[in-house]
């Protein structure tokens, strides 16, 4: 009979382990702390399009953390076999439920019901919407015990998810936080996206440790399945990105922002970039900065909250781990 075996963090997994578990912990953020009130005079201010615009963004961004909250993290963790691993991946799990329930925060501050109640219609009727979410969520459904291909499969849909798809519906508010608009619920968003960059990375690593195990077949199949993905996702992203922004004339700019981000994703997989290097709009740029942020989110926190400053993460904060990735294949 097999004994069941308790998580034992006095013997760390791997040299990343303790890294990811502090990151993500110490980051951990709750919607009801950011006052979004401050955004209802921004939103007075907005036109018919860029509301309808804005709450359709929102209203992408909620199906796709609600996938990943609900299937891809609790999936994913149920088939990885490493303890300490799989309860970085229930935290984040319930991090994705956070950020699904944010966006409904926003919508609750400024919208009206009958606003919100059209955007939850119009994410079931979105066909792009709707694709990329079964196509992600028919990967994580498809993992079998034992077959390592098919948790590499879901890793990389997770990381597509996170560090690729996403990023179509972080533009918008994001380019309004980059010119003093919608600022509370822009710290939201950079919260939201905080936390992505460090799933994308350690689920990233964990999609490179599972390659390195597969044998030179699957290699060759795992590959050849990355890119096929890739662009059945990408040529759907621009088409969701012409539905979306065509309105409010912002479409050019997502496309660019839409490649930056599927190159970044890649490189969490320990892959080359795939498409050719974009400038990012510098209103955007402005808006992820927090620094220029016009109000402190941690302000509005009790005491036990002022913790110290929590950085984000530097893509240079893992170079270390890449390099090890790296040496491993050989
Ligand atoms: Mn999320
Ligand atoms: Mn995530």
Redesign the pocket.
Known sequence: MSKFEAVNWNAPETDYIELLWTQNTSQFWLDTEIPISKDLKSWAKMNDAERLAYMRVLGGLTLL?TE?GNVGMPLIAQFVEQKQKKAILIFQAA??EI?AKSYSTIFTTVASTEMINDTFEWVKENKQLQHKTAIIDDIYRSIEPGNKLSLYKAMVASVFL?SFLFYSGFFYPLFLAGQGKMVASGEIIKL?IR??SV?GVFVGLLAQEEFNQLNANDQAVATKFVYELLENLYKNELEYTEKLYDAIGLTHEVKQYIRYNANKALMNLGLEPYYPEEEVNPVVLNGIRTETSTHDFFSTKGSGYQKGKVEPLQDKDFDFLNDRVAASKF
């Open positions: 953390d990943q991090m994705e950020h996170e939201i936390d992505e799933h």
